[in-house]
């Protein structure tokens, strides 16, 4: 069976990762059963068979992979129905936009309690490597949180005004588009109490039909989101 | 033959207005052959027909229509071939990322040479709408055009990075996403010096593409960018 390395809180099951989140996802878009494999961020000997630090990395038998966007593109090309659409380029644009415009407006309001959420063998490490990373104490890149949340809603406008016209990225049915999206989402939701969107945004109510996907699969995880 | 109603500068052929390039694009697109009417802003009574006070206008036989998104989706439905593709939703987000993300950044930088780009006979009018909705002289909001610059082109990254692997938005060839983002560069092209893209830029390389297709169409179009 495939196993997927995912990044997880103390609660083996609480994993937080959204470029995990985006293999798991594919998976269950594929119908692909596999085996969850819990990871804490300073077990970097258990994922050196697969030459990387960082996981995701998946396992497929003889294959060992990392690299979230390599493991889409493998998993898409071994196991191709449902398809990915990996090809297109329209969905490559959601892959920048969620890493260029979502992911840094996100991360400076979660980035304490992400600290807070990581298990804690791996908490000076979180600390130590992001603080000379952003150059400051995490609670100080992570203060003024409303004014950067409403800067955060701000650029999910487009979003937003999308999914007031379709229910998924994909139109009727997800596609790889509202997955990448979604586990920028459930990175917040798993790690950070405060909740980043309103109960009447239109991504708030995609996002609840995100949630159900898969018998309610991301629903079932444990998070910290208070809404 | 179909007529396009579209905003011009002094000269009749100096069409800058990015919801009147959106049409011209999808007419070429489909192959249909379409009669160019310039249009002043000033001009209300010559389009009072189709009940607006806004181009684009598209007549076509009996069909008298405004507003560029129900124009495209007139079009789609009247001639399917080749299509448009207005139902899909990964595409209306391009719609309202260049709405709401390119076009305000843009704006900022470029409206003080759409007023000298304007009719002669436009430019009061120009200058009091606009400084009524903004609060502020033209020459104030469109100041500090470095530093603006330099936002700018940083929203355009998930665009940069996603056209480093792929020739068009549309993959191979170009779709609606390229013609809505495209449209909003020929804005700041027909009506402002000012070069917003650096010529090493990917964004750079696929307009210039764009501005080969249909044997040169928009390159052919007056300019006053120094590019």
Redesign the interface.
């Known amino acids: 069976m495939i196993e997927l390395y995912e990044l997880a809180a103390t609660d083996d099951k609480q994993v937080f990762s959204p470029y995990c989140w985006r293999i798991r996802l594919a998976l269950h878009h594929k119908g692909l059963p596999f085996k969850s494999i819990p990871w804490r961020m300073t077990e970097k000997d258990r994922i050196a068979f697969a030459d990387t630090e960082r996981v995701p990395v998946l396992v497929d038998g003889e294959q060992k992979l990392s690299d979230s966007w390599k493991i889409l593109e493998y998993l898409d090309e071994r196991y191709p129905t449902p398809s990915l659409e990996m ?8 892959r ?2 969620t890493e ?2 979502m992911f840094p407006g996100m991360i400076r309001m979660i980035i304490d309690e992400i600290h807070r959420t990581v298990h804690e063998k791996d908490r000076d490490y979180f600390r130590a490597t992001r603080e000379k990373t952003f150059g400051m104490p995490l609670e100080e890149f992570a203060a003024n949180k409303e004014a950067k949340l409403e800067e955060f809603r701000k650029s999910l ?3 937003r ?2 999914l007031k ?2 229910d ?4 009727s049915q997800p ?1 790889l ?1 509202d997955y990448l999206v979604f586990s920028g989402l459930m990175w917040a939701r798993c790690t950070s109490p405060m909740p980043l969107l309103a109960e009447e945004d239109s991504v708030f109510a995609w996002r609840e039909r995100m949630l159900d996907l898969f018998d309610g699969m991301a629903r079932s995880i444990p998070c910290r989101e208070m809404n």
Chains 1, 2 share one sequence.
């Not at 090809?87 to 959601?94: I, V």
């Open positions: 090809n297109r380029a329209e969905l490559r644009f959601f920048h936009w260029m415009v406008n487009p979003l005004a999308t016209a379709f998924f990225l994909g139109g596609n588009a």
